[in-house]
Nanobody, 119 residues
């Protein structure tokens, strides 16, 4: 059974940093982070291939950095210069079929980790 366990969220002030982690029970070519706020659909934040090619949402470019440790089947999201609008539940996702930017195309999800940024 495939499991994704994401962690690292918390309550921080604007301008602070956090690092999210996603530990997977298997290997995946592409893994991604999505964010979700109440009443809205999950939105693509960033994704990475097993060879290190990355994608970022425009809203996080220059502030967030995605990485992965293939030996440990773990993906990370370094979040710097956090803003109140980054407040959301962040989910890791894996096993995508089709567009990597659509949440519905992923088969596996972590349980989510809350990131709250105060002003």
């Amino acid at each position: 059974q495939v499991q994704l366990v994401d962690s690292g969220g918390g309550l921080v002030q604007a301008g602070d940093s956090l690092r999210l982690s996603c530990a997977a029970s298997g290997r995946f070519f592409y893994m991604a982070w999505f964010s979700q706020t109440p009443g809205k659909e999950r939105e693509f934040v960033s994704g990475i291939t097993s060879s290190g090619n990355t994608n970022y949402a425009d809203s996080v470019k220059g502030r967030f950095t995605i990485s992965r440790d293939n030996a440990r089947n773990t993906m990370y999201l370094q979040m710097n210069s956090l803003k109140p609008e980054d407040t959301a539940v962040y989910y890791c996702a894996a096993a995508v079929r089709g567009s990597v930017f659509r949440a519905n195309n992923y088969d596996y999800w972590g349980q989510g980790t809350q990131v709250t940024v105060s002003s």
